[in-house]
Each structure stands twice: as structure tokens, then as C-alpha cells.
């Protein structure tokens, strides 16, 4: 049996605005369930449902384990914190162009 996708396999509505607007998924469409899949050991459907999940899960597991990396970056102002969302929204947007070019792929 061929693998389906894994917004195919797990069938979930979508809260999305932006998507139930305009009908393509926003940029950060499929990072929730990409995050719950990483957890849950699905890394394939974590990949799948959205490609940055793995960094966010990860951040999240760092942070988890030395807090002091969570006083780095969130220092109001500070060089860091700027250039961590200046990345993140970088990685972000080169994501979301990717994925509408997989979703859209006449356009």
C-alpha cells in the first residue's frame, strides 16, 4: 500500500483563517500537528504536516533541558533576539514559499 500523506491519514479540521478564507495554507499551517507528531515518535508525518516542527520541537526540547538558553534569546533587545527572529522569520517565509510551490504547483 502506498504511504499517504499524513493530513490524509489523520483526518483534522483546519482553525486556520487565513486558509478557510482564502483556501491556501497560511505559513504557519501544520506546525501544531508537525510539533504533536515530533512528540509522539511520528517524525516522518511531523515532516510531512510542516518542515520546520522539527526545529520548533527541538528549541523547545534545549530549552527544556538548559533554561539558560531561554534567558539568551529572550533578552529584550538584545543582538540575539533580533537575529533569532529575524531567521526565524526568514526560515519561516522560505518554508511557506516552498510548500505553496508543492501545493500550487500550476501557479
Do not use: N
Not at 17 to 43: E, K, L, N, Q, V
Not at 53 to 75: C, D, H, N, Y
Not at 80 to 105: D, G, S, T, V
Amino acid at each position: 500500500m502506498p504511504a499517504a500523506h499524513a493530513s490524509q491519514r489523520y483526518i483534522l479540521p483546519s482553525f486556520c483563517p487565513f486558509h478557510f478564507i482564502t483556501g491556501i495554507p497560511c505559513p504557519g499551517c501544520g506546525m501544531g500537528r508537525s510539533i504533536i507528531c515530533f512528540f509522539h515518535g511520528r517524525f516522518v508525518d511531523s515532516w510531512l504536516f510542516h518542515p520546520l516542527g522539527w526545529i520548533v520541537s527541538t528549541i523547545f526540547v534545549l530549552i527544556l533541558i538548559k533554561p539558560e538558553i531561554w534567558q539568551l534569546i529572550s533578552r529584550p533587545g538584545g543582538k540575539m533576539q533580533r537575529r533569532l527572529i529575524i531567521a526565524c522569520l526568514a526560515l519561516l517565509i522560505a518554508a511557506w514559499i516552498l510548500r505553496l510551490a508543492h501545493y500550487l504547483p500550476g501557479v
